[in-house]
């Protein structure tokens, strides 16, 4: 039997409900268009961070895909098999329509990525880009990617850097004074607009990958380039901030055999 759905699910569904309104509906077609896969703020290339092992041949499933672009991006590189998973149906909507659009033959799952439904050690490789890796609870999240994975199987997934969590403050833009505690970082609300994100410190996190089953093969801390300028849209952490410290971060971890 499945658990109750956890309040902040139905908070972080209604905020991706207003984003795809807003702007990630708008943006998929050209983020499905892309030939170059590339992380995060400020497009970091795959090539320059290198936390992607060869997809060719291999079944991937995307935990909080919205709109499913990554999954598209492994597709076109020669995955066998992509399932997207999403907890909000206007992303998974939109993801839908890309998918017929492109023929690329995505298979896109409603769920929550917590708990999602599908069957044991079915995956090679699963990945997140600021999806569940943020905004699902990671001692919840982590041993569902483990369950799903084949023994050797990857998990790969992109989340804001502690440091710019730690520097967050409640409202405004990352600053260069520590806003909050690292001891207990865990479940942040914010206000305005809702949502609730998971962050946690590297120590906490490495050991829920290792009691998961996982070795952690990689921590690439991701800045922005000298010439780069603030986002459009994602402009909590400022450009200037960005270029002296890592705003980002990819984790790569590989299922114990
Ligand atoms: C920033 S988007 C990331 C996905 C993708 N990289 C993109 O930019 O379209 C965050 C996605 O996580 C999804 N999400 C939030 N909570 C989730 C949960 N518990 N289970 C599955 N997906 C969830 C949201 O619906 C949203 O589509």
């Not at 041949?57 to 672009?69: R, S, W």
């Not at 450009?239 to 984790?251: F, I, N, T």
């Amino acid at each position: 039997m499945s658990a109750p759905e956890p309040d902040y699910v139905r908070v972080n569904r209604d905020h991706w409900t207003k984003a795809n309104a807003e702007y990630t509906d708008r943006r998929a077609e050209h983020a499905w268009s892309e030939d170059e896969i590339s992380w995060g703020v400020w497009s970091t290339p795959e090539s320059e961070v290198n936390v992607l092992p060869d997809v060719r041949g291999k079944d991937v499933v995307e935990l909080g895909c919205g709109t499913a672009y990554v999954g598209a991006w492994l597709k076109k590189r020669g995955a066998r098999r992509v399932v997207g998973v999403d907890v909000t149906p206007a992303q998974l909507a939109t993801a839908r329509r890309m998918n017929e659009q492109t023929g690329l033959g995505l298979e896109l799952v409603e769920a929550n990525a917590e708990q999602t439904g599908l069957p044991s050690a079915s995956f090679d490789l699963a990945v997140s880009e600021y999806g569940a890796s943020i905004w699902c609870d990671p001692r919840k999240w982590i041993p569902e990617a483990a369950r799903l994975l084949r023994p050797g199987g990857e998990l790969v997934f992109l989340r804001n850097s502690t440091l710019s969590v730690l520097c967050m403050p409640q409202e405004g833009k990352v600053t260069t004074s520590l806003q909050r505690p690292q001891r207990g970082l865990l479940r942040i609300d914010w206000t305005d607009p809702p949502e609730t994100e998971f962050q946690m410190g590297h120590g906490d996190l490495f050991r829920i990958l290792r009691a998961s089953d996982f070795e952690v093969i990689d921590l690439v801390e991701i800045f922005a380039k000298d010439d780069s300028d603030d986002h459009a849209h994602y402009s909590y952490v400022p450009a200037d901030w960005a270029k002296k410290w890592p705003a980002e971060e990819m984790w790569r971890a590989r299922k114990r055999v």
